[in-house]
């Protein structure tokens, strides 16, 4: 099913009508009803830009551009000159000694310095998020350069344009090869067989490194001068072969189709796609600091990975100084993925991508004697995804054994946010089935009839029985596919076992006092950094803190104790809690939590460092911020559901929910206004109106007619809605204002070094 398209759906579950009151609305209006939509994106994105009016000196400080695979970020690397350090997700070891730390590790390339004839003292620069380029001056000894920069996004290429505008300035390039060895060798010691790669050779404009296990990275750059004379534009691309050494030949095709398009029809091409990009979503909150950090999210999403490029490392394509220079599977690979679901860009879902063309490497990853019906991933890949042999539960040291099936709990939700049955039915359902039946191998009865688990790894913490990340992981499994196979029709031989595990699956091991324990043999007893034993409650929504006062209760316990011990937090505590506690209808915790996020964790330029760069913990900071505005889990679309009592005004249009459905609302002076459903794929809808005074009237877009809907007894209105209807819900007798508006102007920017 390779190239097939993954988009987000829906399993609502069940179509049980719910109690309640059915309201039959009179008969159509004749008043028509539009939705305005008033955002000027350029204006709108610029007041977000992140600006830079002193020298960025590390990459934390600095711009980044990228297309998903090439990437670029832009700082004063060494001396007194400005550079963009080239990256790209493509390029690696291949060696196998050592796996994806050593002898598969991604590889650094190299520096393109602008090399100027005096010394740079100052810049005024904007990373334009509208255009995705960096533009303004660069201020040296011996003048000043007007630059323009972007990696084109929709070929592998660096295009950066400098002219002279005063003083006795140059415009001149260097490369600086970096040495092609692995990141994680300045950190741990080298593995014993890893060779060392031969030495880059620089030729002209080309840099060829060839690898030691075969197969070839080629860096080359052309200068070319534009019509006014003055003009220079660098045009630079990577390519990497393996197991043959023609990358030289890729380098040499990119160049020569980038070359024979003017200046302006490269940036043209480049501005179409980026111009498309934003406009199929809009979030707006009256706190500029966090909008900007938002949207720079979305631009950094973008620029890090496609489709059709390899699944995201936790650098993304940017690789600095890392221990870890490859994909992380026990927590970092999920979290970088939420963002893109709500706003309907299953264009950048190279996870979903990755595990469908990947199979054979997961069933390759456990044991022989389980590969006829089993598939699992371990703690590391690159965008082959073979980890080695997983672990298995019992075993002795840490079996972390729950990874790949959390990283199909987000090819579920790209189904869940299009409702394709042709996503469920090839990619999750068999993927799914094999990652549950691994464990079905090691689950066993009590003499009381209940399923336990043999020991496993709770991810960063401690190896204990029945342990909570891998019941909550079990737990939704069958439960996805008993759904999956009903929805379906396949009648699959395995139903009935799992129905049997959901029926008599151990509880989650927990205490009234402190809440959720790691599992049954280790309670949490210091400070950690991950949440991987509350996934019953977040992101898997297994356990339904809304209707049930006991698991309210057990979260907020679990929340207390987790957070009470310090030391060893990190910025995507932060995150988990805030989305935790926007479940729980807390938005001034959510708020307070994301606070703490940027104030504590988040650099100039919102990247996230530990001991090197970790894309994830900025990418999940703004899925928090989507947990606080619409929510859709368990079948019911909650819109404002942990909105701060501070933003009295918020807007969301086009956001997409499960069920596949484009909800639009706003909220002023603290109240909503009208709030918009689209259906796109005629699944059922209940949503829970926040803020939303009764009595409601339904009406059809665009020809004002009403629509009838049922009014449960806990407050959600049911809808009946077909495939592509459009409905306005507002209080009955009110006239709102339908439109889409950003809530505030921020009056100075953020991000950046401003």
Known sequence: MTGSPFTRRVLLGGAAALAGTAFLQPSASANALVITDKVDWARYLGALDPVWKSVPTTFYQGPFLGNGGLGAALYQASGKRLAFKLGDSRVRDHQGTGGTNFGNARLPIGTLTLKTTGDVTDVDLRLSLWNAEVTGTVTTTKGVLKIRAYVHAKRDVLVVSASVQSGSEAVTWTFAAAVAKSPRLDFKPAPSGLKTNPPATVSGTTCTQDLAAGGQTVTQWRLRTEPDGKTKTLLATVAHTFPGKTAGAVTNQTLDAAGALSESQLAAEHQSWWNAFYPKSFVSIPDARLEGFYWIQLYKLASATRRDRPVLGTCGPWLEPTPWPGTWWNLNVQLEYWLLNATSHPELDSLSESLDRSRTALVDNVASQYRSDSMAIARTTQEDLRSGTAPQPGADGDPEVGNLTWALHNAWLSYRHSMDDSVLRELVFPLLRKAINYYLHFLAKDSGGVYHLPKTFSPEYASTKDCNYDLALIHWGCGTLLAANKRL?????????????????????????????????????????????????????????????????????????????????????????????????????????????????????????????????????????????????????????????????????????????????????????????????????????????GPYEIRSLPDGGTIPFTQNSDGTLQLTLARDADVVITMRGSSPELSIAPTTNPAKPYWGLP
């Open 489 to 693: 029709g396949l009648n699959d031989p395995l139903a009935a076992k799992w129905q049997d595990v959901l029926d008599h699956l151990v509880k989650p091991p927990q205490d009234a006092t402190n809440g959720f324990w790691i599992g049954a043999d280790k309670q949490l007893t210091s400070s950690h950094r991950h949440y991987s034993h509350l996934l019953w409650f977040y992101p898997l929504y297994r356990l339904d803190v809304t209707t049930s006062s006991a698991n309210r209760a057990a979260l907020t316990k679990s929340l207390d104790r987790w957070l009470g011990f310090t030391g060893a937090q990190q910025g995507y505590t932060f995150t988990g809690s805030g989305s935790m506690y926007a479940a729980l209808g807390d938005g001034d915790k959510a708020r307070t939590q994301l606070t703490a996020l940027l104030d504590k964790y988040i650099q100039p330029n919102t990247m996230y460092k530990e001991s090197g760069p970790v894309i994830e913990t900025p990418l999940s900071g703004a899925q928090t911020l989507h947990d606080m505005l619409v929510q859709s889990w368990g079948g019911t679309i909650r819109v404002f559901p942990a909105v701060p009592s501070a933003w009295t005004d918020t807007c969301v249009h086009n956001f997409r929910t499960e069920g596949a459905f484009l909800v639009s609302a706003v909220r002023k002076a603290g109240k909503t206004q009208f709030i918009r459903i689209k259906s796109l794929a005629g699944e059922p809808c209940r949503i829970a109106p926040g803020g939303l005074a």
